[in-house]
């Protein structure tokens, strides 16, 4: 084991290279240059591209020992390549910025690293480069490049009246296994014989979320304009869209697509697990009721209607049940500086 205090700077990004160049990430041919000089260069060419950037900052977004290295990477990665799918985009290139405490393992930040490569490799992208600094806190910055060829990109302000609303995979998976790590209550599991099967799925859910780079491309290729992802809740993200669009929405909750297990398991919580606990990285659409058909005759990913936008009102989003029930809710999704 080795501290980031016991080598210095240069040492640290060389192990770090190491990493980089062990993954099997084929090389981008618009990378003309990537780690080993003052800047990156790129020759991109595409006709649209666009730039995402996040944080994830220890014991706000993540506690350092309750996420494997290799899977906070991943995470870490997979939450910007969402940001990249909801614009109807892939990934091109990637700098990070670490922040590192001197007492951190040095084994640690090679696992992250690893995380990254694995993704890069499954969706990818190639890192260009990115910067390490000391921290009291340890942090991961990222910068995505996205990029396509279609004359236009996805966006939250072209929602109108009439539009369905659809939702890809499930909803409130990631925010129950959070719970299930946060907060455990062992009499959810206690004389299950088959716990493990039960609860994995949220687990991976919440560890290491699939960014919906294909489903993206095939929602702006069908016709679609309007597009988020499903970050920071349901009904924030949808707000988002309310907002830029100047429009409003109704939601049916019993339509919202769940795992398997989410209610049985959580019955009192999965209502606002999928109305407002994010970080599901599924993408959340508007359109026609032939745009919608058509992507999920052409995409592998479920795909459910939720909902529909309605004139701008002042209830921005009216939430009923299959009996047109009105259904109140207090919790509107993630703010960073407000309580959610």
């Keep these: 084991m080795t501290l980031v205090s016991e080598i210095s700077e240069f040492e640290l990004i060389s192990r770090l290279e190491k990493v980089l160049n062990s993954s099997s990430t084929v090389a981008d041919a618009q990378i003309k240059l990537g780690i080993g000089d003052d800047a990156a260069v790129l020759t991109p060419q595409s006709k649209n591209q666009v730039i995402s950037s996040d944080a ?45 405490k001197k ?8 696992n992250i690293y690893g995380g990254f490569c694995a993704i890069t490799s499954t969706y990818g992208g190639s890192i260009i480069g990115g910067d390490i600094v000391k921290s009291k806190e340890f942090f991961i910055s990222i910068s995505v490049i996205g990029q396509n060829n279609q004359t236009s990109t996805l966006m939250r302000s072209k929602a109108i009246p009439g539009d369905l609303i659809a939702v890809s995979g499930e909803i409130g998976s990631s925010s129950a296994g959070l ?26 859910s919440h560890f ?22 499903i970050s920071d809740g349901l009904i924030r993200d949808l707000s988002n869209i309310c907002d830029s669009s100047k429009v409003s929405a109704i939601v049916n909750i019993d339509q919202i697509p769940t795992a398997t297990n989410l209610k049985p398991l959580f019955p009192n919580d999965w209502d606002q697990f999928c109305l407002s606990g994010g970080e599901d990285y599924q993408l959340l659409f508007t359109g026609t009721l032939n745009k919608v058909k058509q992507i999920q005759k052409q995409s592998t990913s479920k795909i459910t209607v939720i909902g529909e936008i309605t004139k701008a009102s002042d209830t921005k989003i009216s939430i009923v049940d299959n009996s ?17």
């Excluded at 940001?83 to 109807?88: K, L």
């Excluded at 007492?103 to 090679?110: A, G, S, Y």
């Excluded at 069908?222 to 992802?229: L, R, V």
């Design 56 to 100: 994830l900052v220890e014991n706000v977004h993540f506690i350092y020992d309750q996420i494997s290295m290799h899977n906070l990477g991943w995470k870490a990665l997979a939450s910007n390549y969402s940001d990249i799918a909801a614009m109807g985009c892939e990934p091109l290139a990637v700098s990070i910025t670490l922040g590192v």
């Design 103 to 110: 007492n951190q393992k040095i084994e640690d930040l090679e």
């Design 179 to 204: 719970r299930l790590i946060s907060d455990f209550d062992t009499s959810l599991y206690e004389n299950e014989p088959d716990k493990s099967s039960k609860f994995l799925p949220f687990l991976t």
């Design 208 to 229: 290491k979320p699939e960014p919906q780079i294909e489903l993206g491309k095939i929602i702006l290729d069908c016709g679609i304009k309007t597009c988020t992802d």
């Design 324 to 340: 047109n029930n009105q259904i109140k809710y207090e919790h509107k999704g993630w703010d960073h500086f407000k309580e959610s």
